[in-house]
């Protein structure tokens, strides 16, 4: 049986058509942005950062932490800043779990362009559920990533989550 169907992943065509920012899309998701920050598909805002559904994810369901702070380095975070980067980081975990059952995670930050950064000035976070047997050969033979969910739908779905979680 042969199954000739399409993979449909509309969100793409805006990422390959579409205008590149001139600005960095992680900045001015501050909590007074709250209009802004749904667009954005931000599901949380804390004292000194955010976190919000990547946009072009490489799984349902991933997650990026961020401080509202344009920084790119590490050590140039403010103590608060980097203790409320790994608060979240928990939180997160917690909320994908909850909203998701993952079997596992990736966490884990790209340092510089060369490390894979596509924002390489301001930091953020990578948290990525995964689930067994969810690699498949899309990604080796199409260098294509199959995301089951729509990325407004998964962030409506973790925002609830995210409520419900720390209410």
């Known amino acids: 049986m042969s199954s000739n169907r399409p993979l449909w992943a509309p969100w793409r065509i805006e990422f390959i058509c579409g205008a590149k920012e001139d600005r960095c899309f992680l900045c001015g998701n501050e909590p007074s942005a709250s209009e802004a920050g749904e667009k954005a598909f931000v599901i949380h805002r804390g004292r000194t950062g955010f976190v919000?559904?990547?946009?072009?994810?490489?799984?349902?369901?991933?997650?990026?932490?961020?401080?509202?702070r344009h920084v790119g380095d590490l050590a140039d975070l403010t103590?608060?800043?980097?203790?409320?980067?790994?608060?979240l980081c928990v939180d997160c975990r917690k909320v994908l779990q909850t909203a998701m059952n993952p079997d596992a995670f990736n966490v884990g930050f790209n340092l510089g362009?060369?490390?894979?950064?596509?924002?390489?000035?301001?930091?953020h976070l990578h948290v990525v559920?995964?689930?067994?047997?969810?690699?498949?050969f899309m990604p080796v033979l199409a260098d294509t990533r199959c995301v089951p969910e729509a990325i407004a739908k998964t962030a409506e779905l973790l925002r609830r989550a995210w409520r419900d979680e720390f209410k």
Do not use: K
């Open 113 to 123: 362009t060369a490390a894979g950064a596509g924002v390489a000035d301001h930091l």
């Open 52 to 68: 919000m559904v990547n946009r072009f994810p490489y799984n349902s369901g991933h997650l990026l932490i961020a401080p509202y």
């Open 129 to 136: 559920p995964r689930w067994n047997g969810d690699t498949n």
């Open 79 to 87: 103590a608060a800043e980097r203790y409320e980067l790994m608060d």
